[in-house]
């Protein structure tokens, strides 16, 4: 079983829809939490940065952790076909903040 | 400030042989990360390197290797190139050791035919 889970999709919404992205993991020790967004033959971009358990938001995103849970989101609101791209989740922990573990990314259609 | 560079951005490889990749962080950076990304195995820690010292490695073959040298730039070195090495390779900067956010570059695709 993989560290960290995250579902492939495909995942297709229309334009405007409020789009929900998750991550589960299975270690606890876990403390610092990113998404990423990665454009095809792009390396990934940093959208979110989280430390430790809570809700973070920039613009039209919103990052939120439950530690209890395992559990990690992304939420997009009105989402635009510019938003289209794989999205990734990501977590390490302090011994070793750089060694990021990946999920394997949801690949995410807005439709205009 | 000027992004993550890598270079080159793609390179054809016959079995057997060698290759380096070369990395150059935002300046200020000096943690820097390597990941390898496949379609089969997603992105995966290959090693991170601060002060010129590596911090942490992956679980890959003594084939990988890297270095950072004083000014921060690093390099990774592949060597006896395997079909299975084929990837797009992507390095990492931050300015903060100990945090986990990471500025990545667009990556070098290698192929190994």
């Known amino acids: 079983q993989k560290e960290v889970e995250q579902d492939p999709g495909p995942l297709s919404v229309p334009e405007g829809a409020i789009v929900s992205l998750n991550c589960t993991y299975s270690?606890?020790?876990?403390?610092?939490f990113m998404w990423y967004r990665q454009y095809s033959r792009k390396g990934p971009e940093l959208l979110m940065y989280t430390y430790s358990s809570g809700n973070k938001e920039d613009g039209r995103f919103t990052a939120q952790v439950d530690k209890s849970s395992k559990y990690i989101s992304l939420f997009i609101r009105d989402s635009q076909p510019s938003d289209s791209a794989t999205y990734l989740c990501a977590m390490s922990v302090p011994q070793g903040a750089q060694k990021l573990v990946f999920g394997q990314g949801t690949r995410l259609t807005i439709n205009p | 400030k000027a992004g993550v560079t890598q270079t080159p951005r793609y390179l054809i490889k016959t079995r057997g042989q060698q290759v380096t990749l070369s990395c150059s962080p935002i300046?200020?950076?000096?943690?820097v990360s390597w990941y390898q990304q496949t379609p089969g195995q997603g992105l995966q820690f290959l090693f991170e390197y601060f002060s010129e010292t590596q911090r942490n490695k992956g679980n890959f073959p003594g084939r990988f290797s890297g270095r950072q040298f004083s000014n921060s730039r690093s390099e990774m070195n592949v060597s006896t190139l395997e079909l299975g090495d084929s990837a797009l390779y992507l390095c990492?900067?931050?300015?903060?050791?100990?945090?986990?956010?990471?500025?990545f570059g667009q990556g070098t695709r290698l192929t190994v035919v």
């Open positions: 300046s200020g950076h000096r943690s």
């Open positions: 990492a900067s931050s300015d903060r050791a100990g945090r986990g956010s990471a500025f």
């Open positions: 270690n606890s020790a876990f403390q610092y």
